[in-house]
């Protein structure tokens, strides 16, 4: 599986941002995925799931509310859409693929992951 992720860029303070992540090589629609982040001088953390049909997502409390993650399967492609940005919203973003069909919140539970997209919020 490869995953590719993009969306990132420097946004003021209540901005939004999309990030996509494409996936290939595997059935998309057979696993969940995830988004994570990594902040300067700060250890990886989730942010959001999803199951394999998009029926079942969860969210870290620091963004609930603000940010949506979805899929769409036909494009093997997995988004998230992030309102409301705060400064401390910056980080590179991760995409990642569950060993199962749920969308963990353990990045334990995730085999592959994308490169990462910089998120940068200016206050």
């Known amino acids: 599986v490869q995953l590719q992720a993009s969306g990132g860029g420097l946004v003021q303070a209540g901005g939004s941002l999309r990030l996509s992540c494409v996936a290939s090589?595997?059935?998309?629609?057979?696993?969940?995925m995830g988004w994570f982040r990594q902040a300067p001088g700060k250890e990886r953390e989730f942010v959001s799931a999803?199951?394999?049909?998009?029926?079942?997502?969860n969210y870290a409390d620091s963004v609930k509310g603000r940010f949506t993650i979805s899929r769409d399967n036909a494009k093997s492609t997995v988004y998230l859409q992030m309102n409301s940005l705060k400064p401390e919203d910056t980080a590179v973003y991760y995409c990642?693929?569950?060993?199962?069909?749920?969308?963990?919140?353990?990045?334990?539970?995730?085999?592959?992951w994308g490169q990462g997209t910089q998120v940068t919020v200016s206050s």
């Open positions: 090589g595997r059935t998309f629609s057979s696993y969940g």
């Open positions: 999803i199951s394999w049909t998009g029926s079942s997502t």
């Open positions: 990642a693929k569950d060993r199962t069909f749920y969308g963990s919140e353990s990045a334990r539970s995730y085999d592959y």
